[in-house]
């Protein structure tokens, strides 16, 4: 008898997250409440492989009016928005890596020290914003006091990582502002250098 209530139990728990897991890329009225109801239920647990929460899957899909409906009901709360996955990515990294702007600034509201922590790789969500390129996120988080001069694990900056996802651009006027040590400074003459190292 007991068999049976847990198969039962997990069987409607796996159905439910499958159910949140779709419910974070769809907009309409039905999907927002479960959202709601599913995140006051459940709060920052896992609902896939990756370790990713409700949260992460929305900003990686950028469902902003989703994420409207968690702050305006009071569940986008810090355990939530800090809470990491397996990469030890926070929902905002991922905001971050596909470049959903105004998810990323409602995170940064809510919770601005966001802002400064580290996946496993030991990368900020101004380094992600670098390495795809993601120039409207990455002022975003300039203006919440981001880290521009932080280091990886590897020491890899984030020059290094503009550099190697090929976004030269991206930094042409931001990067004199930081980079100061070089007499004359020449981004294009640094990227070459940053690249021969």
Same mark, same amino acid.
């Given at each position: ?47 896939? #492989?990756? $370790?990713? =929460?409700? +949260? &992460?899957?929305?900003?990686?899909? %950028?469902? *902003? ?5 968690? @702050? /305006? ?12 996955? #397996?990469? $030890?990515? =926070?929902? +905002? &990294?991922?905001?971050?890596?596909? %470049?959903? *702007? ?5 995170? @940064? /509201? ?88």
């Amino acid at each position: 008898m007991a068999n049976s209530a847990t198969n039962f139990y997990t069987s409607t728990t796996s159905s439910h997250r499958s159910k949140a897991y779709k419910s974070t890329s769809e907009k309409t009225p039905e999907s927002l409440a479960f959202l709601c109801n599913f995140t006051r239920d459940h709060g920052p647990e896992p609902i896939d #492989k990756r $370790g990713d =929460t409700v +949260l &992460h899957l929305l900003a990686t899909n %950028g469902n *902003k009016i989703a994420l409207q409906s968690l @702050l /305006r009901a009071g569940l986008l709360s810090n355990d939530l928005l800090m809470t990491k996955n #397996k990469q $030890g990515n =926070t929902a +905002l &990294h991922e905001a971050v890596r596909f %470049g959903h *702007k105004e998810v990323a600034e409602i995170m @940064l /509201r809510t919770q601005p020290e966001l802002v400064s922590l580290r996946n496993n790789a030991e990368e900020t969500p101004l380094y992600l914003a670098a390495e795809y390129g993601k120039k409207e996120v990455f002022e975003v988080l300039e203006g919440f006091n981001s880290d521009c001069m932080m280091r990886r694990r590897d020491g890899r900056t984030i020059l290094h990582a503009a550099t190697d996802g090929e976004h030269y651009c991206m930094f042409c006027f931001q990067f004199p502002l930081y980079y100061t040590d070089f007499p004359s400074f020449d981004v294009y003459e640094y990227i070459c250098y940053i690249q021969l190292r």
